[in-house]
């Protein structure tokens, strides 16, 4: 089948779905506030999880899906990718671009978006890349197959802005004059942040000059009012890092300006600075096992991830792509061997610890009443490599079905 002709088929599923109330009968339900519930019904009403317990009476005619032996659990969350974005995702032309916002050209169409959702995958934290020091925001995105870009971006989620440390920053090209050292990336970024704090002073006080009457005002500049934003607490920094040393660099310029970073991405060294990083309220969003791809990323040990556990840190996995996004329930159920989580625990690496780092901990990542129903069916055990995802729910409505896709049907994948 050709692509073309597998956006639209797809696109035809999505709009044949329906928004109904829905209750999910004898499932395992995963939660983190009242553990694992065995044969369980949840019913879902108005995009939110309305009821969760036994034997739940319904209205005559509410939708009902049968999921004995099956897991339930919340929606994944990746809070580190690229995808659903057209037109590249790093703005080179120079080393400071926070004006750029990756809102401005999100794309629905992108076939990774259903590929995700076969994973169980319901929400992304879409990003900048790692080009510039300070590079672009980022857009967090439901996903909301076959709807709009407005439709599928989360207004709700902490606005971010993408910073980036060590070889990327330094080697990149664009024909820009870039800074040659790890010293010369911090040095950057304190210029950076130092004319912003200015700004505001500039656009406060009278141009000087020979003019009569009103002052003319200074020229807005786009790209230091989302500074500004940054220190007046408004964004906060999801910084590409793997070093310890150069990630202890920023943390000494957060203090001196006053802004948060909200996680350190890859950071492979994290294990280093657990202490400094549990103190500092930073969390990491990183690959469970995936290291030694270049230079920086070859100090790291999966077993680091038990340390930075008993420390506090929050961990969230990540894919970086849209492949390891489809297995992230697999990468999860590593952290059962290498940091010594307990299977709740190990869950919490996908949904509710990057929810807690896109600032969404209050309406998605958990399985509550009230919350978005944001959920993703297993045939087995969710943290298994063994198991599949036979459902993916956003807020009460099924995005992917493995039973009734049709692709998967004519794949051979899936019986008729």
């Known amino acids: 089948m050709k692509t073309g002709a ?11 779905l329906n928004g ?6 004898h499932g395992t339900v995963y939660t983190f506030d009242r553990g694992v519930l065995a044969d369980t019904d949840l019913l879902l009403r108005d995009g939110r999880i309305f009821r969760i ?6 209205a005559s005619g509410t939708e009902e899906i049968d999921l004995q032996g099956k897991a339930v659990i919340p929606g994944i969350i990746d809070s580190h990718t690229h995808i659903a974005l057209l037109g590249g995702i790093n703005e080179a032309a120079e080393n400071v671009t926070p004006e750029v916002d990756m809102a401005d050209q999100v794309n629905p169409d992108d076939p990774s978006i259903f590929y995700c959702l076969t994973g169980g995958v319901t929400m992304v ?9 300070i590079g672009g925001r980022n857009v967090t995105l439901k996903l909301k197959w076959g709807g709009s870009a407005e ?3 989360e207004n709700r989620a902490t606005r971010t802005l993408k910073m980036a440390l060590g070889e990327n920053p330094k080697r990149a090209g664009g024909g820009k004059t870039l800074p040659s050292t790890r010293m010369g990336v911090t040095a950057v970024i304190r210029d950076a942040l130092i004319e912003a704090r200015a700004y505001a002073r500039k656009r ?9 009457g009103p002052y003319p005002p200074q020229a807005r500049n786009l790209r230091l009012e989302v500074l500004q934003q940054l220190l007046k607490g408004e964004l906060v920094v999801r910084c590409h890092s793997y070093r310890a040393d150069e990630s202890l660099q920023l943390i000494r310029l957060a203090k001196e300006f006053g802004f948060t970073i909200r996680a350190f991405e890859h950071l492979h060294q994290a294990y280093r600075i657990a202490d400094e990083l549990a103190a500092a309220g930073i969390g990491i969003s990183v690959f469970a096992d995936n290291w030694n791809y270049k230079t920086e990323a070859s100090e790291f040990t999966p077993f680091g991830m038990e340390l930075l556990h008993r420390k506090g840190v929050v961990i969230a996995l990540n894919s970086d792509t849209s492949e390891i996004m489809r297995r992230l329930y697999m990468e999860a159920g590593k952290m059962r061997r290498y940091a010594g989580m ?16 896109l600032g969404v901990e209050g309406f998605a990542g958990s399985i509550r009443e009230g919350f978005d129903a944001d959920l993703a069916v297993f045939d087995g055990d969710p943290l298994s490599g063994a198991s599949k995802c036979v459902l993916t729910i956003i807020e009460g409505r099924i995005y992917f079905n493995r039973e009734k896709d049709s692709r998967l049907k004519e794949s051979g994948e899936v019986k008729s």
């Open 6 to 16: 597998l956006i639209i088929g797809l696109l035809v599923l999505a709009a044949g």
């Open 20 to 25: 109904r109330d829905l209750v999910l009968r």
């Open 53 to 58: 317990g036994k034997d739940l009476k319904t």
């Open 125 to 133: 934290h879409t990003m900048h890349g790692s080009a510039n020091p």
């Open 151 to 153: 439709e599928m971006i």
């Open 204 to 212: 406060s006080v009278p141009a000087r000059g020979k003019v009569r």
């Open 342 to 357: 307990s299977d709740l625990e190990a869950l919490k690496t996908i949904t509710l610890n990057p929810a807690r780092l």
